[in-house]
C-alpha cells in the first residue's frame, strides 16, 4: 500500500489552498481509505518535496499541529501557516471554522 498509497496522499495535499488546512482524517477519506490517517501521517513525514507538498497544511482533527512537522516542530509549522493567513485559536491550534478545507 505504502508506494502508491503515498502517491495519491501528496497528490491530495497538493490541492490544499494557500490559507486552509485539511485533517488527516480528511485525507486518508479523499485518498479512498478513511481508517488510514496514520499512513498519511507516515506519507507526510517522509515528504519527498517538502517545498512542493504542502504538508504543513494538515493538522490533526481538532485542529493542532504536528509536534513531529518534519519542518522543525509546531513552531516552524505555525509560522508557515501564520505567513499564508491563517488564524489561531491558541498557540497551537489552527481556527478550523475559518480555515477548514472542503474539498
Known sequence: MQRGYFTKVYETVRKIPLGKVATYGQIARLTGNP???RQVGWALHVNPEPYIIPCHRVVNRDG???????FGGTDAQRYLLMNEGV???DQETVDMSKHRWEA
Open 35 to 37: 481508517r488510514a490517517a
Open 64 to 70: 493542532k499541529l504536528s509536534g513531529a512537522f518534519a
Open 87 to 89: 488564524e489561531f485559536v
